[in-house]
Nanobody, 124 residues
Framework: QVQLVESGGGLVQAGGSLRLSCAAS????????MGWFRQAPGKEREFVAA????????YYADSVKGRFNISRDNAKNTVYLQTNSLRPEDTAVYYC?????????????????WGQGTQVTASS
């Protein structure tokens, strides 16, 4: 059974940092592209960042570019999202997702598996 389990969320002051982790029970984890999305109350789930199977290519939403960093450790079946300089508008539930297909990682439909999410709150 495939499971993606996020951790590392919490409450921080604006300007603070959090490191999110996503542990995946995926056969051949290293063959999946991995993404992070977020969903704020009353809003649609939106793309945050993604990383290809090898970790050699990364993608970011304009709103987080320069502040967030996505990485992966294929030996640990884990993907990370380092969030820095957090702003109140970054407050949301953050989800990780796995895609076997490749292509445009910005689209939710590219992903077959999703985690349950972890709450990130940046207070002003």
């Amino acid at each position: 059974q495939v499971q993606l389990v996020e951790s590392g969320g919490g409450l921080v002051q604006a300007g603070g940092s959090l490191r999110l982790s996503c542990a995946a029970s995926l056969h051949s984890f290293g063959s999946y592209g991995m993404g992070w999305f977020r969903q704020a109350p009353g809003k649609e789930r939106e793309f945050v960042a993604a990383i290809n199977w090898s970790g050699g290519t990364t993608y970011y939403a304009d709103s987080v570019k320069g502040r967030f960093n996505i990485s992966r450790d294929n030996a640990k079946n884990t993907v990370y999202l380092q969030t820095n300089s957090l702003r109140p508008e970054d407050t949301a539930v953050y989800y990780c997702a796995a895609s076997a297909r490749g292509g445009n990682y910005h689209y939710r439909d590219m992903y077959e598996y999703w985690g349950q999410g972890t709450q990130v709150t940046a207070s002003s």
